[in-house]
């Protein structure tokens, strides 16, 4: 009997938790084809349910909602860090490019994603996306700066500094993406991707070292350095 009991209270809570995650993804097509302003009837209406139904998975507006900031930010997360994998190919164009270029495409094309996150009142959720991927950034920065000549103490804030510039570069383009004068995302994410190669390439210079954008990163040397 109680197992029963236990099986029945299992099953109900797995009901739920995968009905309240049917109704964040909702939520988060509400976003993106309403704005950063979508209400809850927009949301409860793209589930296909009621407003009262999506209430009972959600304790108030602001947990419904952060669960929402929450699944966007895992989304970006999950688009970026595979392009942070480096192997012995790896040139500095490549990976600046293919991790830059994809969180800017990411957020043009769906800026409401990008604009939900900035209007939460704490602004959380934007910071769980910068801190997470900062600290991988900064993690794999420990295994490759001395490349550019930098301890590993160094790859942290310099890690944190490169993901708030694209950040706030983003920020910028976005809020002017429309406008008849502003460059093409193609050329804004070129101007950025660059800007970051001359801060890291200044770093290397500083410290004697050439580091050159297509060449791949001299792993070879690396390890026969350590060994």
Known sequence: MSEGGDGRRLRWADHRAQRRIAFVAAGVRAVDQYGAAASAEQ?????????????????????????????IVSQVVASVLPKLVLDVESTPRDVITSTIGTIIAWFDEHPNYYVFLREQAN??????????????????????????????????????????FVESSCAWWLTRRDKPDTMSVERFTRTVCEA??????????SNGITVHYDEPLPFAALAGGAS
């Open 196 to 205: 970051i190669w001359l801060m890291l390439e200044g770093f290397a210079r």
């Open 43 to 71: 949301i409860a209406a793209t589930a296909s349910v009621s407003r009262t139904v999506l209430y009972r998975y959600f304790k108030d507006r602001d947990d419904l909602r952060q669960a929402i900031a929450g699944e």
């Open 123 to 164: 602004d959380q959720s934007l910071g769980a996306v910068e801190t997470t991927l900062a600290d991988r950034v900064a993690f794999l920065l420990q295994g490759v700066m001395s490349f550019f000549g930098m301890e590993g103490v160094e790859a942290e804030p310099t890690a944190y500094g490169l993901v708030g």
